[in-house]
């Protein structure tokens, strides 16, 4: 008998460590690095492998499609893939160019057993996890999901680098102040920066390291982040009377 309790505890733990993973929306270009201009193809995704594609982003879910660069580059959608939404970059000129969509907000409530299982996979401490420990029990935690996701590209060269600071406006987004030397800024609303805040810095390898803004809401990439990699963040706003918390999840790609 304690044998079986023991390997039934043993395969919770597993189920919730799957549960836990995170699940993040990114854009992942055919390359990072096209050797002249013209049409790119850009995959969204949602994955709990960076880079790897699993999941396809609905082109409903889209509400927003961006792109800023040299030429005034465009970003439409292409069609359906196998594991993402194939977007199509045009670029005009040369230069360093940023691609971004902005989903379709999407409630959802989550019930007494998946709210521990959220708070992990995206790393929600502090101020947020104790509003969501202040809910009466058995609780029921009502979310709106605001998700995010930004890539930088470098078409034939990376030069260009002042409209890498450029801002989409997201209520949670990285720009960059220096893309090459791996020093980023995460804003909030209204374009605040969001100091002391956890940011992870996904590898090709899967692997996921925590980071933390300055006092100015700016990270800073380790000397040996090189390759493709991901930024991910999350932030939990309280609800108004009424209303719902709203979760903002962001993503910014690009390779080093």
Known sequence: MRKSSRLLGLASLAAFASAAQAHDFFLMPATFRPAAEGDL???ATVSSSFPQ????????????????????PRLAIAGTGATALNLRL?????GLHIAGVASVPRDVDYA????GVILEEY????????????????????????RY?????????????AGASARFGYDLEFVSEDPAGGH??????????????????????????????????????????????????AALRPPQPGQRSILDLTSLTLTR
């Open 123 to 146: 790393h929600l401490g502090g101020d947020a996890a104790a509003f969501i420990e202040r809910l009466p029990r058995p609780r029921t935690w009502q979310v709106s999901s605001r």
């Open 53 to 72: 594609r699993e999941n396809v982003v609905a082109a409903d879910r889209v509400a927003r499609l961006q792109a800023t660069g040299p030429g005034e």
């Open 184 to 233: 980023f800024q995460l804003l909030g609303p209204e374009g605040r920066p969001l100091p002391d805040h956890l940011v992870q810095l996904v590898s090709a390898d899967g692997r996921r390291r925590p980071l933390r803004t300055d006092n100015q809401g700016r990270v800073h990439l380790p000397g040996d982040a090189s390759g493709a990699i991901m930024l991910f963040a």
């Open 41 to 43: 193809t850009i995959e």
């Open 90 to 94: 045009s670029t005009r000129r040369p």
């Open 112 to 115: 007494e057993d998946r709210i």
């Open 149 to 161: 996701a930004k890539t930088i590209i470098c078409a034939v060269r990376c030069d260009g680098q």
